[in-house]
């Protein structure tokens, strides 16, 4: 099976910073692009920001966030990373990690399939 372990959620102060980390486990051959998504109470999620895995290339984010978060990621490892500067209480909210295009063996058969995190909570609060 393919998991997806998220951590480095937190509580902060506002104009402070976090680091996020998503590892992707499992018997896989390839991951298309991983990214960050949020959920605040009582809204829809939303996009943070993605990256193609393979070359790092093509990377996009949400207005909300341009200039104050920058995503990464290790190829080799399958994990992407969000740092979060100058968080602001509109970014608390739920962090999931989402696996896209991702070929695994999945009891014993090559599937392509997109995974979701657990989530981890961040809230940005004085």
């Known amino acids: 099976q393919v998991q997806l372990v998220e951590s480095g959620g937190g509580l902060v102060q506002p104009g402070g910073s976090l680091r996020l980390s998503c590892a992707a486990s499992?018997?896989?051959?390839?991951?298309?692009?991983m990214g960050w998504y949020r959920q605040a109470p009582g809204k829809q999620r939303e996009l943070v920001a993605t990256?193609?895995?393979?070359?790092?290339?093509?990377?996009n984010y949400a207005d909300s966030v341009k200039g104050r978060f920058a995503i990464s990621r290790d190829n080799a490892k399958y994990t992407v990373y969000l740092q979060m500067n100058s968080l602001k209480p509109e970014d608390t909210a739920v962090y999931y990690c989402?696996?896209?295009?991702?070929?695994?063996?999945?009891?014993?058969?090559?599937?392509?399939?997109?995974?979701w995190g657990q989530g981890t909570q961040v809230t940005v609060s004085s």
């Open positions: 990256i193609t895995i393979r070359t790092g290339e093509s990377i």
């Open positions: 989402r696996a896209s295009g991702v070929w695994a063996i999945i009891d014993g058969d090559r599937q392509l399939d997109d995974y």
């Open positions: 499992g018997i896989m051959f390839n991951i298309r692009d």
